[in-house]
């Protein structure tokens, strides 16, 4: 049992130590009474049999102290109560209070202890003390019940052995060996991750400084690339200067004005083609001559003597007389043969026509070089952080496009720059504004492979803004169409079937949009060729068919007068005390403009007139029926498609949907209802041929 007690916590150990000598009793008053109670709680049944005193001899039995503060209480004389006053007293003290409170268990199988430490508690305390605790003890057995208190507190005790507690103590020690364990684990694991945040962050740092490196490296290698291809660009232009022509600028009066001049190409071609007109000319003279020198009769020869006249002839000058017929011939041999190397004229006016596309071409390059040199950005700065401006592409009214660099998804974009003129008034201004976010509300919703994705969008300034577009490598139809002037009608099928498409998308959307400014400039073909794919861009004119605005007859034209005139229905341009009604069917009458354009190398209607000449005289007002050309060749099914885009009567037209669903889009259903026919009167003719036979 001892070894068990060693075995226990030091703090423990040294609190039953105190308990089971009784050290402290002593040390004061204001303790005897928590030490009494501790005492007394060892209190057993062998120490109810001191209660019978022991015989006294008759001397002791007679002899009493005098002034015994204590006689009333005790029933014999002596040095003080019995000890079992003392377990009573213990028994009763404190109010709510267990008798073997905070006594191990050991305590109460140890006689030892339970007799001898009360006695020297006694013998070491003054009188003083023992009678204040005979009072206490007085005051506490009249005032409390012990019995059943002590009964059932020492029976709940007693189930407590040192076994248990043993077992308790190392079942704790081992559950706080296992939890410091625990945290130990968890705090290792902790160190671990902090150890690896540190590490990954140390390693995102580093990624991000060579992110920046190569965006760095990104940009100049971008920038030096572009410069090259700046200069390449202007050392092209000026050897074209010389080749193709150049503008210069004349003075009229106190105004200057630039005027065209050809390079050398143009000078040696019309000096070419000169020299062909005279030599034609020098040829259709000596044919006339040739003939009044023809024999009158083939069969009739000059007589042998009238050759020494007509070498005499030929030796004064003369040369009206009469050839032979051999020689008459030789000569128009000679003739013809000079006059069909002449033809060669042809190829000239196809060299020329050349020419003057790639003179387009080159003006083009030109003003496009001279007003990038006046932009201000010129120098590749780069938008929003993100943006790297790279060459100018194009300019319009009030915008300017550019090639630029998106150094966050690192792919090529077009940056449509917006500048404002700073003289306008705010209200245009914030309508100017106001119009290009609601493009960009329209654009920016939109997803087909047909269309121009719009990325982006973003301020510089107050006077300045940007959109960012998908970038196209080719150029436009419009600049297709003057390079090319027409194209095949399988060509421009396919063209229009994917502008049908795209068309057929925004009117499936929900709520619809009508493009209003659909033309060849906004027709974009990706690899530059006719026989490739196409994007439709330049949402800036398109309408909204919302339920508010949109009715049974359409919507009202609110900017009635905006747009390309050429492409755009008779509705646009009637004039009324309201606005008139459009529907989706305007880009219809677009579609068969563009494809009569594009089969027929001009347009419908107004073709070289301008638009203010179609405005004043009503030119679109007054194209009631289309007319097509006997040259290029067509087919019938191409005219009938036109036909019906280009119908007078919006009422009349076909609107989007049944565009879509024309058969000359559909190649299959055309040849299957073609195929149809045919087997049809194919079979008309087998039985109309064999009624005859059968007549016959």
């Given at each position: 049992m001892m070894e068990e007690l060693h075995s226990l916590d030091p703090r423990r150990q040294e609190l039953l130590e105190a308990r089971f000598t009784g050290v402290g009793v002593a040390k004061g008053s204001g303790q005897n009474e928590s030490s009494n109670q501790s005492l007394c709680s060892v209190g057993s049944l062998s120490d109810k049999e001191l209660e019978t005193p022991e015989k006294k001899s008759n001397d002791q039995r007679t002899r009493k102290r005098k002034g015994d503060p204590f006689d009333n209480q005790g029933k014999g004389g002596g040095r003080g109560h019995k000890i079992s006053d003392y377990f009573e007293f213990a028994g009763g003290s404190g109010t709510g209070t267990s008798p073997a409170r905070g006594i191990p268990p050991v305590a109460w199988s140890s006689p030892q202890h339970s007799l001898s430490n009360p006695p020297v508690a006694v013998q070491q305390g003054s009188p003083s003390s023992i009678s204040s605790v005979n009072a206490d003890h007085s005051h506490s057995s009249c005032s409390h019940k012990p019995a059943p208190t002590h009964t059932q507190h020492q029976a709940t005790q007693s189930e407590l052995t040192m076994e248990k507690l043993a077992a308790l103590e190392s079942s704790k020690s081992s559950d706080l060996e296992k939890k410091e364990g625990r945290i130990d684990d968890l705090l290792r694991v902790n160190c671990d991750l902090r150890r690896q945040i540190d590490e990954q962050q140390k390693m995102l740092e580093r990624c991000k400084e060579r992110l920046n490196k190569c965006v760095t490296m990104s940009k100049k290698l971008l920038i030096e690339k572009s410069k090259q291809e700046k200069?390449?660009?202007?050392?092209?232009?000026?050897?074209d200067r010389l080749r193709l022509g150049h503008f210069t600028t004349v003075r009229h009066g106190a105004s200057f004005t630039e005027q065209w001049t050809d390079g050398y190409a143009f000078q040696n071609l019309v000096k070419q083609q000169e020299r062909v007109n005279g030599q034609r000319e020098d040829i259709e003279r000596q044919r006339k001559l040739l003939l009044k020198k023809k024999p009158p009769n083939a069969s009739q020869t000059p007589p042998p003597s009238l050759e020494p006249n007509k070498r005499k002839n030929k030796s004064n000058g003369a040369e009206n007389e009469m050839l032979s017929l051999a020689e008459y011939h030789e000569q128009e041999e000679i003739f013809?043969?000079?006059?069909?190397?002449?033809?060669?004229?042809?190829?000239?006016?196809?060299?020329?026509?050349?020419l003057e596309r790639v003179r387009n071409l080159h003006i083009r390059e030109l003003k496009r070089i001279h007003n990038e040199d006046n932009s201000q950005f010129k120098d590749h700065p780069t938008l929003n952080d993100r943006y790297l401006l790279l060459h100018l592409l194009g300019r319009g009214g009030f915008s300017e496009v550019y090639k630029a660099f998106d150094l966050t998804e690192q792919r090529y974009v077009a940056v449509k720059i917006h500048q404002l003129n700073k003289n306008w008034r705010d209200e245009k201004k914030e309508n100017y504004h106001k119009h290009a976010c609601r493009e960009y509300r329209i654009h920016k919703e939109l997803d087909h492979p047909r269309i121009v994705k719009l990325y982006d969008y973003f301020s510089l300034d107050t006077d300045s803004f940007c959109t960012v577009l998908e970038y196209c490598e080719g150029n436009d139809l419009d600049f297709y169409l003057k390079q090319h002037k027409l194209m095949s009608e399988k060509e421009a099928r396919s063209i229009i079937m994917q502008v049908v498409n795209a068309l057929k998308y925004l009117n499936e959307i929900r709520p619809p949009i009508i493009h209003y400014d659909l033309k060849p400039g906004n027709i974009l073909l990706v690899n530059g060729t006719a026989c490739g794919e196409i994007k439709i861009t330049d949402f800036g004119l398109s309408k909204i068919m919302d339920d508010d605005n949109y009715g049974v007859d359409g919507m009202e034209l609110t900017?009635?007068?905006?747009?390309?005139?050429?492409?755009?229905p008779p509705e646009c341009f009637v004039v009324g005390k309201e606005p008139p009604k459009i529907s989706n069917k305007v880009d219809v009458w677009s579609v068969g403009v563009i494809f009569y354009q594009c089969l027929y190398g001009k347009k419908p209607f107004g073709h070289n007139q301008s638009q203010q000449d179609i405005l004043q005289e009503n030119t679109i007002l007054k194209a009631t029926e289309v007319q097509f050309p006997p040259k290029p060749g067509v087919s019938p099914e191409a005219k009938a498609f036109i036909r019906r885009c280009l119908v007078y009567r919006k009422e009349d037209r076909i609107d989007v949907h049944q565009l879509a669903s024309d058969p000359y889009l559909l190649p299959h259903i055309r040849k299957s209802v073609a195929a149809t026919g045919n087997s049809s009167m194919a079979v008309a003719s087998t039985s109309s041929s064999s009624n005859s036979s059968a007549s016959n």
């Open positions: 200069i390449a660009c202007r050392e092209k232009s000026m050897q013809k043969l000079r006059l069909g190397h002449l033809k060669k004229e042809a190829e000239i006016q196809v060299e020329l026509e050349r900017s009635q007068g905006a747009g390309t005139y050429w492409y755009l």
